[in-house]
């Protein structure tokens, strides 16, 4: 029972690959997941490919580039990083959107935790009436 598997995946490696394909799917389109390695990726698109982004919000993304790059740059292509640019400035035009909605600190969150679960209920017994002593 204890024996090591050669190759394959374990489910824990599996359990993370699906979380983060699932995760990267909204944000990245499906041509570019399933595209042919012979199909040239464009260059680096200008800041100016998003002009709904304020120079504020583009320094912020420039900025989280940078960062990713000076952990991972090492272990990532050029293809990786052009890709990695580009799921920067969507992200955060997304971010820019979630930031304006007007919160206060006396706010509710928007969603309760309620499980919807049916318990049995124990029907309810009438207290028992002492007798009376005469």
């Known amino acids: 029972m204890n024996e090591t598997r050669k ?24 041509a570019s997941v399933f595209a042919d390695s012979t199909i040239a990726i464009p ?10 982004l304020s120079q504020e919000s583009l320094a912020e993304a420039e900025a989280r580039y940078q960062q990713i790059l000076g952990q991972y740059g090492s272990q990532l ?15 955060q035009a997304s971010l820019d959107k979630v930031r304006a909605y007007p919160l206060e600190n006396g706010d509710a969150p928007a969603l309760y935790l309620k499980p919807l679960v049916e318990r049995e209920k124990k029907p309810v017994q009438p207290p028992a009436t002492p007798a009376r002593k005469s």
């Open 7 to 30: 190759g394959g995946i374990s489910r824990r490696q599996f359990g993370r690959r699906v979380a983060l394909l699932s995760a990267s799917a909204s944000i990245v389109p499906a």
């Open 43 to 52: 260059a680096q698109q200008p800041a100016e490919a998003h002009p709904n």
């Open 77 to 91: 292509s050029a293809e990786e990083k052009v890709s990695l640019r580009e799921m920067n400035l969507v992200t």
